[in-house]
T-cell receptor, first 115, second 110 residues
Framework: NAGVTQTPKFQVLKTGQSMTLQCAQDMNHEYMSWYRQDPGMGLRLIHYSVGAGITDQGEVPNGYNVSRSTTEDFPLRLLSAAPSQTSVYFC??????????????FGSGTRLTVV | GDSVTQMEGPVTLSEEAFLTINCTYTATGYPSLFWYVQYPGEGLQLLLK?????DKGSNKGFEATYRKETTSFHLEKGSVQVSDSAVYFC?????????FGTGTSLTVIP
């Protein structure tokens, strides 16, 4: 089925460890983004990309890196995990040329716990 | 800057009750407006959208009208079901940026 695939679904890290959250989409969407969802705070944008080789920071980028080497993939890297990064992470994508008028397609999320 | 404000929950309703979840927005230009729904343990799914003033988005019995004069996009459903229990997010899009409300949790009891 076409859509956004995130892996893993669950992850537990120790403080200071690094890891990469994977996101892939097969809809040829130019725009991809990462959000974190925390109780009472809705969704906050971490990083986004408007195409291969182009990334930019969102509202809460500190502690995270991204790259976009292909249209399909947009991995999110945690460089040195901290308990404050315990959250649910969502990847989302959309067509760029429509200005987002058709909305995002979301992945099913990665639940990360940092101990 | 652009933003979305939606009513805080949680909201608890009996089955077949009328639902309204308020959403107002602040935006420059002419945003597109959306409602997303998140069922437990899942990602967000697009519920409905409206791309210009006075448009009405509708899906699965839910409706919302883009009101530019009141900068609102309230979600309504005439008769809720237990299966509508979820978290609902209002969102707007301007250019390449999406802005989400904090979400409203709805529980429908039989």
């Amino acid at each position: 089925n076409a859509g956004v695939t995130q892996t893993p679904k669950f992850q537990v890290l120790k403080t200071g460890q690094s890891m990469t959250l994977q996101c892939a989409q097969d809809m040829n969407h130019e725009y991809m983004s990462w959000y974190r969802q925390d109780p009472g705070m809705g969704l906050r944008l971490i990083h986004y990309s408007v195409g291969a080789g182009i990334t930019d920071q969102g509202e809460v980028p500190n502690g995270y890196n991204v790259s976009r080497s292909t249209t399909e993939d947009f991995p999110l890297r945690l460089l040195s995990a901290a308990p404050s990064q315990t959250s649910v992470y969502f990847c989302a994508s959309s067509y760029l040329r429509t200005g987002g008028a058709y909305g995002y397609t979301f992945g099913s999320g990665t639940r990360l716990t940092v101990v | 800057g652009d933003s979305v404000t939606q009513m805080e929950g949680p909201v608890t309703l009996s089955e077949e009750a009328f639902l309204t979840i308020n959403c107002t927005y602040t935006a420059t230009g002419y945003p597109s407006l959306f409602w997303y729904v998140q069922y437990p343990g899942e990602g967000l799914q697009l519920l409905l959208k409206a791309t210009k003033a006075d448009d009405k988005g509708s899906n699965k019995g839910f409706e919302a009208t883009y009101r530019k004069e009141t900068t609102s996009f309230h979600l309504e459903k005439g008769s809720v079901q237990v299966s509508d229990s979820a978290v609902y997010f209002c969102a707007l899009n301007t250019g390449n940026q999406f802005y989400f409300g904090t979400g409203t949790s709805l529980t429908v009891i039989p």
